[in-house]
């Protein structure tokens, strides 16, 4: 089962120190075959767009957008067989935050692909 991870808080440049054993975690869960893909994403203002339905109508609007109190940051995608196993990683991935980032407040939701 796959299963995609969006981590959320408010937007803030990680220590390099995390960045560093996010590298490390992603390069050790791509050898085992667990994490399929892994990206972070730029902050909205920059290149950000919405494209949106509403009453019938279809409406894009170009960024910088207003800046929401917590952003969707980065994402991943991992390759599990059960749920639990995928929590795990989420678990994983949020202690290191936790570690390396004491200050940061944020959160991993994670959610079932179909299919």
């Known amino acids: 089962m796959k299963y995609l991870f969006l981590i959320s808080s408010v937007p803030a440049p990680p220590p390099p120190k995390l960045m560093e054993e996010i590298m490390k975690l992603g390069i050790e869960r791509t050898q085992d075959g667990t994490l399929a893909l892994q990206g972070g994403l730029m902050p909205p203002a920059m ?3 919405k494209v949106k339905v ?3 109508k279809l409406q894009v609007f170009d960024g910088p957008f207003t800046e929401s109190k917590e952003v969707i940051g980065g994402y991943a995608i991992f390759e599990c ?3 639990e196993d995928a929590l795990k990683h989420a678990v994983e991935f949020m202690e290191l ?8 407040e944020g959160e ?3 959610r079932q692909i179909m299919g």
Do not use: F, L, V, Y
């Open 108 to 110: 991993c939701e994670m």
């Open 97 to 104: 935050h936790r570690q390396h980032w004491p200050d940061w």
């Open 81 to 83: 067989a059960t749920k």
């Open 47 to 49: 290149g950000g767009a």
């Open 54 to 56: 509403s009453r019938g």
